[in-house]
């Protein structure tokens, strides 16, 4: 069981990471499943809209509601997040790598992707997620001692993608 996770500060820089680690395995000819999310700041509103590409080639889908400058609470459209759980579920047959741009407050509390992240370690399928802070101890509770931190660069995270999936990728 290969699972790992990387975590920076800032809003959007694990995002951003996670995105560049699948870039840079997409180049290679890796066979990828997942999720990397980009977010677009509006200058009318506090709250930025989240975008949900699913790897490799989409859909992207908007998970972020828009209710306006004064809401306070979270903004995460649930259903369309459930739509992406199932679009990475079909395209986990055939993935070498599994990529998971954020292990959330849907995530600790047992959903989301949670059951895709369970699957693909059960098919032997290593597994990279991005989480926050606030979701870490969810995070390594739910994996255990298995899973590995890795260091905040994109060249390093990418090299344990490849060394994971080595065996099935050779």
Not at 18 to 42: D, K
Not at 100 to 110: L, S
């Amino acid at each position: 069981m290969r699972i790992a996770y990387v975590s920076l500060q800032g809003r959007g820089q694990t995002d951003a990471l996670i995105a560049e680690v699948a870039g840079r395995l997409a180049v290679l000819g890796m066979r990828l499943a997942g999720t990397v999310q980009s977010n677009h700041e509006r200058p009318d509103r506090r709250k930025c809209d989240m975008d949900l590409r699913v790897l490799p080639d989409g859909p992207t889908l908007r998970i972020s509601e828009d209710r306006g400058d004064l809401a306070r609470g979270c903004t995460l459209d649930s259903g369309a997040l459930e739509q992406a759980v199932f679009e990475v579920e079909r395209r986990l047959d055939g993935a070498d790598i599994l990529l998971v741009n954020k292990y959330g407050k849907r995530e600790a509390e047992g959903r989301g992707l949670v059951p895709i992240i369970a699957e693909a370690l059960h098919r032997g399928i290593p597994v990279l997620v991005g989480v926050n802070g606030l979701n870490l101890a969810a995070l390594l509770a739910f994996a255990g001692e298995a899973i590995e931190g890795l260091p905040t660069n994109a060249e390093v995270v990418a090299n344990w993608c490849v060394a994971a999936i080595q065996p099935q990728f050779a």
